[in-house]
């Protein structure tokens, strides 16, 4: 299975999650943020490199899953 992004947002004593930088655009404004989307995807967000400023805090993750079986057919168990 390939790793999942998740970004974290951190604003006002909260926490909030999205699936990419694009979509945190979606929720709130470039003032509510404190930064625009093309400045964000030029720093190059990474787990080891977040962006802060005095109004967010903005980390890169990897989204952890189970590795179930749930959904295959007892014929692909078998193989």
Same mark, same amino acid.
């Given at each position: 299975m390939a790793d999942r992004k998740i970004i974290h947002l951190h604003l006002n004593g909260r926490d909030y999650?999205?699936?990419s930088l694009a979509a945190i655009y979606s929720e709130f404004t470039r003032e509510e943020i404190g930064?625009?989307?093309g400045s964000?995807?030029?720093y190059g967000i990474s787990p080891e490199h977040p962006y802060t400023?005095?109004?967010v805090v903005i980390k890169e993750g990897i989204l952890i899953t189970? +590795?179930?079986?749930r959904g +295959?057919? +007892?014929s692909e168990e078998i193989k």
């Open positions: 999650y999205f699936g930064v625009s989307y964000l995807r030029n400023n005095d109004k189970a +590795k179930g079986d +295959k057919s +007892k």
